[in-house]
């Protein structure tokens, strides 16, 4: 047997294995398109498996987004529901009654935080007026300010437009 003959042989029974493993082959599975069924529909089999991640994640984005559009409940200020002993409410007068009765300066530095929420945008000038206001403001009026306003710049309600501290 001459080395040609033997290597006919050789590729003739390899292609020959390779039909068969190719006839023999499962069918490809077929491609299933992303299709959402609408709210109200009852999920079966067949529409849960039509679900893919990237459908889903659509959805998630499109509610996320427009979550974000919603304006945000008001921060306020919340009174103390405990009571202090007597003989330090005379004393001294706690932070806590204090807000029951805001200051003046309080309305006008919420104005300038709200004013700048209704605009989605924080600007040195917003910055420079809230710093005045805030020497005159209670500890907890302070802090009430502050709170609002920086949630909202974590939450992507205000577009900083300043370099440094937002107050």
């Known amino acids: 047997m001459s080395l040609r003959l033997v290597l006919a042989a050789s590729a003739g029974i390899l ?4 039909g068969m493993w190719l006839a023999l082959a499962p069918p490809a599975a077929p491609v299933v398109r992303a299709q959402i069924p609408s709210a109200g529909a009852p999920l079966t089999e ?9 459908a889903i994640r659509a959805v998630v984005r499109e509610e996320l987004r427009a979550a974000s559009m919603a304006p945000p409940p008001p921060v306020g200020l919340v009174p ?10 005379e004393e001294e007068p706690s932070d806590e009654a204090a807000t029951a009765n805001p200051s003046p300066e309080y309305g006008e530095a919420e104005h300038v935080i709200l ?6 945008s924080w ?30 710049a974590n939450r992507g309600e205000l577009k900083v437009d300043i370099e440094g501290p937002l107050f």
């Not at 067949?46 to 990237?54: C, E, L, N, P």
């Not at 004013?115 to 989605?120: C, E, N, P, V």
């Open 15 to 18: 292609v020959g294995a390779g």
């Open 46 to 54: 067949s529409s849960r498996a039509a679900i893919d991640v990237d």
């Open 80 to 89: 103390a529901a405990t009571e202090e002993p007597a003989s330090q409410k």
């Open 115 to 120: 004013s700048g929420l209704a605009r989605r």
């Open 123 to 152: 600007s040195a000038e917003d910055r420079s007026r809230l710093q005045a206001l805030m020497s005159q403001l209670r500890p907890a009026e302070r802090e009430a300010l502050v709170r609002q306003l920086i949630v909202a």
